[in-house]
């Protein structure tokens, strides 16, 4: 069992950076690859971003590829999402899951968080 807790979400301008971090409870968290997904209002949740349990694979959205950085600490239990250059097409409920393949699938994540929101004003 994996409990997650995201933060690090606010109100910003187009342009501006954020770092989203998501904290994991449990002994196991280096044993899971970690997602990032977002969800806008009327829209399916869709994948942001995933790396790997070493941290040595991600891999992106389109929509983010070279704004966007995931990474974790396995010493501290957490994964970060550091967003650049932000949009307001960037505006949604940030999400992270855990699961155990590398993928942007969301139904093969098991575990995830309450979603912290972004909203970026143009």
């Known amino acids: 069992q994996v409990q997650l807790v995201e933060s690090g979400g606010g109100l910003v301008q187009a342009g501006d950076s954020l770092r989203l971090s998501c904290a994991a409870s449990?002994?196991?968290?280096?044993?899971?690859?970690m997602g990032w997904f977002r969800q806008a209002p009327g829209k399916e949740r869709e994948f942001v971003a995933v790396?790997?349990?070493?941290?040595?694979?991600?891999v992106y959205a389109d929509s983010v590829k070279g704004r966007f950085t995931i990474s974790r600490d396995n010493a501290k239990n957490t994964v970060y999402l550091q967003m650049n250059s932000l949009k307001p097409e960037d505006t949604a409920v940030y999400y992270c899951?855990?699961?155990?393949?590398?993928?942007?699938?969301?139904?093969?994540?098991?575990?995830w968080g309450q979603g912290t929101q972004v909203t970026v004003s143009s």
């Open positions: 790396i790997s349990w070493s941290g040595g694979s991600t």
């Open positions: 449990g002994r196991t968290f280096s044993s899971y690859v």
């Open positions: 899951a855990a699961g155990v393949v590398l993928t942007g699938t969301r139904d093969l994540y098991a575990y």
